[in-house]
């Protein structure tokens, strides 16, 4: 019965016998290429940690950290600058005030002495 549905396909016996030899060897080498090739779960579960370490490294010292801290340093850093600005102004109109009332008064200490040698 096999032999008539074969040859009425145009395929003989010896022809299917062929064909499932090639199908039987080319299954023996896939399966003693998965037994030699081994792959370690552990290896790749490794390599995943590890990647992930780096990235949870990157994250904590990372220039990507300090790079999203910037424009806050440099806000405060103006504010800071600007109050020390407005500090060290009044200091230095503090100053000249303090300066211009000592210069007034050896002024009049110079003239109530009287002594011009002092200028």
């Given at each position: 019965?096999?032999?008539?549905?074969?040859?009425?396909?145009?395929?003989?016996?010896?022809?299917?016998?062929?064909?499932?030899?090639a199908m039987?060897a080319g299954?023996?080498?896939?399966?003693?290429?998965?037994?030699?090739?081994?792959?370690?779960?552990?290896?790749?579960?490794?390599?995943?940690?590890?990647?992930?370490?780096?990235?949870?490294?990157?994250?904590?010292?990372?220039?990507?950290?300090?790079?999203?801290?910037?424009?806050?340093?440099?806000?405060?850093?103006?504010?800071?600058?600007?109050?020390?600005?407005?500090?060290s102004a009044?200091?230095?109109?503090?100053?000249?005030?303090?300066?211009?009332?000592?210069?007034?008064?050896?002024?009049?200490?110079?003239?109530?002495?009287?002594?011009?040698?002092?200028?």
């Amino acid at each position: 019965m096999i032999e008539t549905v074969l040859e009425s396909l145009g395929i003989s016996p010896d022809d299917l016998l062929v064909v499932m030899a090639a199908m039987s060897a080319g299954m023996v080498t896939v399966s003693v290429w998965m037994t030699l090739l081994h792959r370690d779960p552990a290896a790749r579960r490794i390599k995943i940690i590890a990647a992930q370490r780096e990235a949870l490294r990157a994250g904590v010292v990372g220039p990507r950290r300090r790079q999203e801290r910037l424009p806050t340093i440099s806000l405060m850093r103006r504010v800071v600058d600007r109050l020390n600005l407005l500090r060290s102004a009044q200091i230095l109109l503090a100053w000249a005030e303090r300066s211009r009332l000592r210069r007034s008064t050896t002024r009049r200490i110079r003239l109530i002495v009287g002594n011009r040698s002092w200028r």
